[in-house]
């Protein structure tokens, strides 16, 4: 049991250390909190929400996996290296990725509320 509880002791620091070091970790959580706010007051569906939360889940997950890909790659390379940049890169793009899906998925879900609130003006 013990182990189990350092487990998550060990994987709050991985996450405070995200939220204190990683600007675009603290932009994500931004735009996360917007959804959030945003999904809140439009009163979106339970489906809507299962969606948003995911995008979230997801656009998170990846930026911290790129942040530990960064640190490791720092590590075993600490001088500059054509493949550790790629890896780099890569690991960059699939957050890019996930962020550009979740910003489409948002669109699809919040637009039309939107512009239904705008026509009512």
């Given at each position: 049991?013990?182990?189990?509880?350092?487990?998550?002791?060990?994987?709050?620091?991985?996450?405070?250390?995200?939220?204190?070091?990683?600007?675009?970790?603290?932009?994500?959580?931004?735009?996360?909190?917007?959804?959030?706010?945003?999904?809140?007051?439009?009163?979106?569906?339970?489906?809507?929400?299962?969606?948003?939360c995911l995008c979230i889940g997801l656009v998170l997950i990846f930026?911290?996996?790129?942040?530990?890909?960064?640190?490791?790659?720092?590590?075993?390379?600490?001088?500059?290296?054509?493949?550790?940049?790629?890896?780099?890169?890569?690991?960059?793009?699939?957050?890019?990725?996930?962020?550009?899906?979740?910003?489409?998925?948002?669109?699809?879900?919040?637009?039309?509320?939107?512009?239904?609130?705008?026509?009512?003006?």
């Amino acid at each position: 049991m013990r182990k189990v509880l350092k487990g998550f002791v060990y994987a709050f620091n991985g996450l405070g250390y995200a939220v204190r070091t990683q600007v675009n970790f603290q932009i994500h959580l931004v735009s996360a909190l917007a959804a959030i706010c945003l999904g809140l007051y439009f009163d979106i569906s339970k489906s809507e929400w299962m969606s948003i939360c995911l995008c979230i889940g997801l656009v998170l997950i990846f930026e911290l996996l790129n942040t530990a890909l960064e640190a490791f790659v720092d590590l075993v390379s600490p001088e500059y290296n054509v493949k550790a940049g790629i890896v780099k890169d890569v690991a960059a793009a699939s957050v890019l990725v996930t962020a550009m899906l979740s910003v489409a998925i948002g669109l699809f879900i919040f637009l039309p509320k939107l512009i239904d609130l705008w026509q009512l003006r």
